[in-house]
């Protein structure tokens, strides 16, 4: 009767022992399980977030970029309107009356937007702009030097007109950047002394 008594409690405590044993087995694995859903739902998090950090890098560097090929096309499009005018009025002086020879003056060209901002627009201008600037601006400097050391020398027939081809010539190019960045009102704005001293030929 003892023995039998024995038997069932130990019974008991083994079967106790034994849910014991599976409930830490089954709450150890639900806790495995949430910690890991957790581990998941961060790693996830943080994922989009590198990519959206990425996507805004992205953006403000193309943005960047952007801003910085619309200076250039700007600048070179400003320093191209000022070398026909400069011509224009070059051209214009020495058909005065009043001009009086010698000396001849110089031709002066810039150029410094040229060399600096060409190589980073090249890639965004329209197909057949690059080399009307590179061969207008090497015909310029050109003539510019055909020039140099002759102020005693008065220009021929030819070269007044070469002065006018080329005066044309940087215009076109003003307005072929132009229409890429400036608005129709600024672009006019932009061209007035050009257009008063063509009128006042």
């Given at each position: 009767m003892l023995d039998s008594i024995?038997?069932?409690?130990?019974?008991i405590n083994s079967s106790q022992v034994l849910a014991n044993l599976i409930s830490a087995i089954v709450g150890g694995g639900l806790a495995g399980g949430f910690a890991l859903l957790g581990v998941r739902q961060t790693l996830k998090a943080q994922f989009k977030l590198q990519e959206k950090e990425r996507g805004d890098r992205q953006k403000a560097a193309a943005d960047e970029k952007n801003r910085r090929e619309i200076a250039s096309i700007s600048a070179l499009a400003i320093e191209a309107l000022f070398n026909s005018i400069s011509l224009l009025t070059l051209a214009k002086s020495m058909?005065?009356?009043?001009?009086?020879?010698?000396?001849?003056?110089?031709?002066?060209?810039?150029?410094?937007?040229?060399?600096?901002?060409?190589?980073?627009?090249?890639?965004?201008?329209?197909?057949?702009?690059?080399?009307?600037?590179?061969?207008?601006?090497?015909?310029?400097?050109?003539?510019?030097v055909l020039r140099e050391g002759k102020s005693q020398i008065p220009m021929t027939p030819e070269e007044f007109k070469e002065l006018d081809n080329l005066s044309t010539g940087f215009a076109i190019v003003?307005?072929?950047l132009g229409q890429l960045v400036f608005s129709p009102d600024e672009l006019g704005a932009f061209e007035t002394p050009l257009f008063i001293a063509r009128s006042s030929e």
């Open positions: 024995y038997r069932f409690a130990a019974d058909r005065s009356p009043t001009f009086k020879f010698p000396p001849t003056p110089p031709v002066r060209l810039l150029r410094k937007q040229l060399d600096e901002n060409l190589p980073l627009i090249a890639e965004r201008l329209p197909a057949g702009v690059l080399p009307r600037i590179i061969s207008t601006y090497m015909s310029a400097l050109s003539f510019q003003f307005r072929t």
